[in-house]
């Protein structure tokens, strides 16, 4: 395949996405239409081009804008990690959502310093996905990509 340039600029990102608001309507209309396992595979493709392409400890725009969820065992994993009580680390680290959730009490998140995550080894299910455009069904996900569409440069090079 032809390289292809890849925009990592978060600002120029952020622009396009506002642009491009009703293209990516039209465009996730589009996918709708496709064979749900044709598109994985389509993504899967892409992403395995791009992703090595993309450095994401320069990036971490995820670990600074979104909600972090955890659940119970992963923060007893951190809490371990960092050398803590679990009563400690919710303390410091965690709130309670409208619904009952745990999520990290800070966005940016509290684990980053210089772009990385300091709890790396023990970090949350949700941070290790995120993108998750490894992950099947994509179809049913896109809206939830879209989201995220001008906050990663990974779906935003992806898509
Ligand atoms: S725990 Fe680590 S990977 Fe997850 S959001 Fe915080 S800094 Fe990012
Ligand atoms: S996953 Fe996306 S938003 Fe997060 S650091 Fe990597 S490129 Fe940036």
Redesign the pocket.
């Given at each position: 395949m032809q390289h292809q340039f890849i925009e990592t600029n978060l600002e120029e990102i952020a622009i396009k996405s506002i642009a491009r608001a009703q293209e990516n309507i039209d465009f996730v209309e589009h996918l709708q239409q496709l064979n749900i396992d044709e598109l994985d595979d389509t993504v899967y493709e892409l992403d395995s081009l791009i992703s090595p392409q993309?450095d994401?400890t320069l990036?971490?725009?995820?670990?600074k804008t979104l909600m972090i969820n955890v659940e119970a065992p992963e923060a007893d994993i951190a809490a371990r990690h960092l050398g803590i009580s679990r009563v400690v680390f919710d303390e410091a680290y965690i709130e309670k959502s409208m619904g009952g959730k745990m999520l990290v009490n800070k966005i940016p998140c509290h684990f980053l310093q210089d772009n990385k995550c300091t709890i790396y080894l023990s970090r949350f299910a949700g941070c290790k996905e995120?993108?998750a455009l490894h992950l099947p069904r994509i179809k049913n996900r896109l809206f939830t990509i879209f989201m995220h569409y001008g906050?990663?440069?990974?779906?935003y090079n992806v898509m």
């Open positions: 993309i994401c990036c971490g725009n995820c670990c995120f993108p906050r990663c440069p990974i779906i």
